[in-house]
């Protein structure tokens, strides 16, 4: 059965605007979830993955993904990301 994407009944609604301008520094954590209200500028196996941002590039940001072995480099939008704390 192929994966529903669709957002949350909570979620629907506006984008807030504070999620598409923060800002993240350089070793920042960061979740990959797509926004399904933009059209996607990243590959959806992405989905749910973590990763480090090392850059910031434009409006985007450069994050290094681990992809099974390989580590992969992306350039992805702030209102993709959503920063998390690494437990300690």
């Known amino acids: 059965?192929?994966?529903?994407k669709r957002k949350n009944i909570r979620t629907k609604g506006k984008?807030?605007?504070?999620r598409y301008f923060q800002?993240?520094?350089?070793?920042?954590?960061?979740?990959i979830v797509a926004e399904k209200a933009l059209q996607p500028r990243f590959?959806?196996?992405?989905?749910?993955?973590?990763?480090?941002v090392e850059t910031k590039?434009?409006?985007?940001f450069v994050v290094?993904?681990?992809d099974q072995n390989k580590e992969k480099t992306f350039i992805i939008?702030?209102?993709?990301l959503k920063k998390i704390n690494p437990s300690k």
């Open 57 to 60: 590039r434009g409006n985007a």
């Open 15 to 18: 984008i807030r605007l504070s």
């Open 77 to 80: 939008e702030p209102i993709h």
């Open 23 to 31: 800002q993240l520094k350089q070793g920042d954590k960061v979740s």
């Open 43 to 52: 590959p959806s196996r992405m989905q749910g993955k973590t990763g480090t």
């Open 64 to 66: 290094k993904v681990n």
């Open 1 to 4: 059965m192929a994966k529903k």
